[in-house]
Nanobody, 123 residues
Framework: QVQLVESGGGLVQTGASLRLSCAASGVTFSEYVMGWFRQAAGKEREFVAAVSRGGFSTSYSDAVKGRFSISRDNAKSTVILQMSSLKHEDTAVYYC????????????????WGRGTQVTVSS
């Protein structure tokens, strides 16, 4: 079955960097748009970043643009979210998601989800 497993979360201080990874299995990884979403306590899940199947197109939310970078390695079935200049408001559970359709950033259209990894940024 399809599995997406996130790793790399943790507790860091404001201004620090963190690298999240998502390993996929059970899918032909290169056929899926990959996205990262996050959900802070008491808030709705929100889009963070997405990367196209070939890795040539990316999209970011305004909140993270210029600080976060998404990339993928289709040979390793892995998608990376490199986060820098972290702020307290980046604190959330970060989810990896896969979409078999077109390049979209709306959470409800993604087909598969990981269980998430907690990122906590102390101020």
């Amino acid at each position: 079955q399809v599995q997406l497993v996130e790793s790399g979360g943790g507790l860091v201080q404001t201004g620090a960097s963190l690298r999240l990874s998502c390993a996929a299995s059970g899918v032909t990884f290169s056929e899926y748009v990959m996205g990262w979403f996050r959900q802070a306590a008491g808030k709705e899940r929100e889009f963070v970043a997405a990367v196209s199947r070939g890795g040539f197109s990316t999209s970011y939310s305004d909140a993270v643009k210029g600080r976060f970078s998404i990339s993928r390695d289709n040979a390793k079935s892995t998608v990376i979210l490199q986060m820098s200049s972290l702020k307290h408001e980046d604190t959330a559970v970060y989810y990896c998601a896969a979409r078999g359709g077109g390049f979209l950033t709306t959470a409800r259209v993604y087909d598969y989800w990981g269980r998430g990894t907690q990122v906590t940024v102390s101020s």
